[in-house]
């Protein structure tokens, strides 16, 4: 596969999974979700809802209450563990993410079209040395990423159903977000949306 490098550390695979590879696994997540419902997660402090729901699968995943943002083992409204990685994902990453170990989360962010996510650093795991790997499903998104502080000047990029993006090295921890979800790009997803699907070493 041919990557792009936007940056030094950040790797863009472009239509990485084709419209089967991608059927199979919407049909993943879709299973997954069934044993652990998005949630929504809210700020800390302020309890204000993200637009985004969200789930995960492996051994740990990502939360967000008013208590903080955290990985814990099990799901925050039904307390069961989360459901594993699915194979295809786990494949997925030993290809391209450079790294010796599997990932031991995987966040699932669901956008319906009118959800954005804000400027954001992933910081919360313990390890930098690993990269994120992110997966695109469904519609399209307005991607927008700087540096690691907030506020610098910033660039975007227009992220596809089947595109895999990998934040390493120099770009681990940059801030990034979702500006908007461009409607009617994708036929992948019923109702239309867009799934993020992000492969982590939390520990
Ligand atoms: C999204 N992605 O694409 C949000 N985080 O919906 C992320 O927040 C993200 O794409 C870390 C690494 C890669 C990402
Ligand atoms: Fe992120």
Same mark, same amino acid.
């Given at each position: 596969m041919t990557a792009v /490098?936007?940056? %030094?550390?950040l790797h863009l695979y472009k239509t990485a999974l084709d419209r089967a590879a991608q059927e199979t696994l919407r049909e993943n997540i879709r299973e997954i979700l069934r044993e652990a419902p998005l949630f929504q997660p809210v700020m800390p402090r302020t309890g204000k809802a993200f637009s985004v729901r969200m789930s995960n699968c492996g051994p740990l995943g990502w939360v967000s209450d008013r208590a903080g943002y955290r990985y814990q083992p099990?799901? %925050? !409204?039904?307390?069961k563990p989360w459901p594993p990685i699915p194979e295809t994902l786990l494949r997925l990453w030993r290809d391209l993410?450079?790294?010796?170990h599997d990932p031991d989360a995987c966040l699932i962010n669901y956008y319906d079209p009118a959800a954005k996510m804000g400027a954001h650093q992933d !910081? +919360? /795991?313990?390890?930098? +040395?690993a990269p994120i790997l992110s997966v695109s499903l469904g519609c399209a998104c307005r991607f927008r990423f700087g540096g690691e502080t907030r506020g610098g000047s910033t660039q975007s990029l227009v992220l596809e159903s089947g595109d895999v993006l990998i934040f390493g090295g %120099?770009?681990?921890?940059m801030f990034h977000g979702v500006d908007r979800i461009l409607a009617k790009?994708?036929?992948?997803l019923d109702p239309p949306g867009r799934i993020n699907l992000t492969l982590r070493r939390a520990r």
């Open positions: /490098e936007i940056r %030094p550390g099990e799901h %925050p !409204v039904t307390a993410a450079g790294y010796p !910081v +919360d /795991e313990q390890d930098f +040395d %120099p770009a681990r921890k790009t994708s036929t992948l």
